[in-house]
């Protein structure tokens, strides 16, 4: 069984870029939910796809989307890149949406993003 | 924001017992209380959940008061493995009616140092 996975695991862009963070759900999981995580805070939930619908969203801006494939991989699209952006991405997913006791979330190792 | 006040950080002996308190007293009903741990540069990882009574499997027990303001989460022979960041979630399950998301908001977390 293959865990979440993330590519890249290393990007650096410099404001005003456009980046496209990549996520591979565990076998199985139709529930993908995208965190930011600022150094030496916690993650702040972005949003959450659900059988490739968006189903909650963090206080996040419009210029962070996201889209969830068939196959419930994921994509996190931030346009516009500000210098306050730089964080650690994290992807999780499940087998349903979170917060339904038995719907754990897996979470992938993150995409360190560096705004210069 | 978090709903839950977790202490900073704590150390433990390893091999003894790690027993991390998790304040929640704004807690409703239909809550339930979550614990994620992540280790220094990795994802969040899955520990346990409750909603009531006390919950135990292969990693950690979870004690929740009668009241279930608060609760512990009990290591119980720490390693030096188990050093890392351990947060408290407090999440209602998805609710479509009131478009509840059934979310995770992470707060600080507490860093818990194994010592040899």
């Known amino acids: 069984e293959t865990g979440v996975t993330q590519s890249p695991t290393h990007l650096i862009k410099t404001r005003g870029q456009q980046v496209t963070l990549r996520c591979s759900s565990q076998s199985g999981h139709n529930t993908v939910s995208w965190y930011q995580q600022a150094l030496g805070q916690g993650p702040q939930f972005i949003f959450q796809y659900y059988r490739e619908e968006e189903n909650g969203r963090g206080n996040f801006p419009p210029r962070f989307s996201g889209l969830q494939f068939p196959n419930y991989s994921s994509e996190l699209n931030v346009n516009a890149l500000e210098l306050d952006d730089s964080a650690l991405y994290l992807c999780?997913?499940?087998?349903?949406?979170?917060?339904?006791?038995?719907?754990?979330?897996?979470f992938g190792p993150g995409t360190r993003l560096t705004v210069l | 924001d978090a709903k839950t006040t977790q202490p900073t950080s704590m150390d433990c002996a390893e091999g003894r017992a790690a027993n991390l308190p998790c304040n929640h007293s704004t807690i409703s009903g239909n809550e339930y209380v979550y614990w994620y741990r992540q280790i220094h540069s990795q994802g969040p990882q899955y520990i346990i959940h409750?909603?009531?009574n006390n919950e135990t499997n292969e990693m950690a027990s979870l004690i929740i008061t009668e009241d279930r303001k608060s609760s512990t989460l009990i290591l119980p022979h720490a390693t030096l493995r188990d050093t890392a960041v351990y947060y408290c979630i407090v999440s209602s399950p998805y609710d479509a009616d009131s478009s509840n998301t059934g979310k995770l908001i992470f707060g600080q977390g507490t860093t818990l140092q194994v010592k040899p």
């Open positions: 409750g909603l009531k």
């Open positions: 999780a997913s499940s087998f349903g949406l979170a917060g339904v006791p038995g719907y754990e979330q897996f």
